[in-house]
């Protein structure tokens, strides 16, 4: 059986960047607030307030937050064998 959606709010100071990790969920994160670079691999995004980043799971990623910090809502969709993400 699969398991139902969650949502998170995470609001930081500015703090040193988020560790690498990846997520089995696909992922809805939207800046409320603030500055945050999104990490990757091959490159990094600047977001900011009213952005928003549709993550893949499996992909590996941070968080660089910007000095003022950032507020982000996030919500995430498990994901399943077989899901397919359409870019």
Known sequence: AM???RSRLRTTGSMPRMPFHKS?????????AGEVT???EEAEVLLRTG?????RPGVLHSWRPGPEGYTLAGVFVPGRQGLSVQH
Do not use: Q, R
């Not at 089995?24 to 409320?32: A, E, F, N, Q, R």
């Not at 952005?51 to 993550?55: E, H, P």
């Open 38 to 40: 999104l990490v990757l």
């Open 24 to 32: 089995d969920s696909l992922g809805l994160d939207t800046i409320l």
């Open 51 to 55: 952005d928003m980043v549709v993550m």
């Open 3 to 5: 398991s139902s959606a």
